[in-house]
C-alpha cells in the first residue's frame, strides 16, 4: 500500500514560515490534500488539490507537489496555527483507499 | 450549514458489538459519498470505510475488513458504520466525513465532531 512520510514536528517563530513536507513514492503524480487539526478538535480541509484553498482558509496556506514530495507552507505563522497536519491522497490502486500521512505537530514558539 | 453529528460511541468488551450513527444536514446527503475516518488515542487519522451516494460501491479498510459494514439511509440522511468482533486496537476518536471527488481524487471537506469507541474488558 502506498505510504506518506512526514516529519514529526516543525517548530517556527511567529510571523516567519513553516514547511511541512509529505513524502510519497511519485507522489507529484497524485492529488495531494492537507488537514489541520487542533487537540479535542476534529479535521479541517485547509488545502485540496494540491495547492487550492476552501473558503475561509486564510491565503496564508499554500501547497505545492512536485516529484516525490509535496508541501504545506504556512507563512506568517500565528499562534492559532500551532496544530497537527496531516497530508492525504486517494489511492485508486488500492481498493479506492484514503491514505493519511504521519501527521506534523507544528509548535509556535 | 453542513453538519455532521456522530453518535452511538462508548464501551464495550472485546469481542463486542457496537453500532455508530451519523445524522448529516445542511446538504442533499443522498449525492455525496461518505466516510468513516478513525483516530487512537494519540495517533493519526486512519481511513476505516467507504460508501458511494447510492451505496453501489463500499470499501474497507484491511484492519476492519469482515468485521465492520458500513451502510446509509438517504431516507433518513443518516450514515452508519456496524461493528463487529473488536479488538483493543479498534479503540479511537470514529469521525464520519463527507466526500468531495473531482478530477482523478477525493478528499473530506466536511468532519463530524466524533464518538469514542472504547474496547476494554
Known amino acids: 500500500s502506498y505510504v506518506l512520510t512526514q516529519p514529526p514536528s516543525v517548530s517556527v517563530a511567529p510571523g516567519k514560515t513553516a514547511r511541512i513536507t509529505c513524502g510519497g513514492n511519485?507522489?507529484?503524480?497524485?492529488?495531494v490534500h492537507w488537514y489541520q487539526q487542533k487537540p479535542g478538535q476534529a479535521p479541517v480541509l485547509v488545502i485540496y488539490?494540491?495547492?487550492d484553498r476552501p473558503s475561509g482558509i486564510p491565503e496564508r496556506f499554500s501547497g505545492s507537489n512536485s516529484g516525490n514530495t509535496a508541501t504545506l507552507t504556512i507563512s506568517r505563522v500565528e499562534a492559532g496555527d500551532e496544530a497537527d497536519y496531516y497530508c492525504?491522497?486517494?489511492?485508486?490502486?488500492?481498493?479506492?483507499?484514503?491514505?493519511f500521512g504521519t501527521g506534523t505537530k507544528v509548535t509556535v514558539l | 450549514e453542513v453538519q455532521l453529528v456522530e453518535s452511538g460511541g462508548g464501551l464495550v468488551k472485546p469481542g463486542g458489538s457496537l453500532r455508530l450513527s451519523c445524522a448529516a444536514s445542511g446538504f442533499t446527503f443522498s449525492s455525496y459519498s461518505m466516510n468513516w475516518v478513525r483516530q487512537a488515542p494519540g495517533k493519526g487519522l486512519e481511513w476505516v470505510s467507504s460508501?458511494?451516494?447510492?451505496?453501489?460501491?463500499?470499501y474497507y479498510a484491511d484492519s476492519v475488513k469482515g468485521r465492520f459494514t458500513i451502510s446509509r439511509d438517504n431516507a433518513k440522511n443518516s450514515l452508519y458504520l456496524q461493528m463487529n468482533s473488536l479488538r483493543a486496537e479498534d479503540t479511537a476518536v470514529y469521525y464520519c466525513a463527507r466526500v468531495r471527488v473531482g478530477d482523478g481524487s477525493c478528499y473530506f471537506d466536511y468532519w463530524g465532531q466524533g464518538t469514542l469507541v472504547t474496547v476494554s474488558s
Open positions: 488539490y494540491d495547492s
Open positions: 492525504q491522497v486517494w489511492d485508486s490502486s488500492s481498493d479506492h483507499s484514503y491514505v
Open positions: 460508501i458511494s451516494s447510492s451505496s453501489s460501491y463500499i
Open positions: 511519485n507522489i507529484g503524480s497524485k492529488s
